[in-house]
């Protein structure tokens, strides 16, 4: 199983592994709501079985230029989800707080300005 060995492959030099697959529109499409789930990842269930954490990126309906980002499940830490907004001309992204709707006015994600 090609996951499984990437995950012991992280584990044995203790580095973090990212492997990106699509989401099934057709379990979406199912559902009332189109959140990304870990059931409706792609291709095979030991992406779900083998990751400590799985997160999607979906766009904000509301937004063209805003993503939400959620994690959907982690084995060490809490569920939740940020919204952000994608600067393109400087791939960078900044992440978008209740209060920035209010003035428009984007603060820095942590650690992400200085890459």
């Known amino acids: ?17 990212v492997i ?17 789930t870990a059931d409706a990842i792609g291709y095979s269930s030991s992406f779900v079985q083998d990751s400590d954490t799985v997160m999607s ?29 994608w600067d393109w001309d400087n791939m960078d992204f900044t992440e978008v707080t209740d209060a920035d709707d209010d003035n428009d006015d984007t603060e820095q994600a942590d650690g992400y300005s200085d890459w």
């Open 20 to 36: 990106t697959t699509q989401v099934l529109s057709s379990k979406l499409s199912s559902r009332t709501s189109r959140r990304v």
């Open 1 to 17: 199983n090609i996951t499984r060995s990437l995950k012991r492959v992280a584990q044995q030099f203790k580095i973090p592994i």
């Open 57 to 85: 990126v979906e766009r904000d309906p509301d937004y063209e230029d805003r993503s939400i980002v959620r994690v959907i499940l982690s084995r060490t830490s809490p569920h939740g989800e940020v919204t952000i907004k």
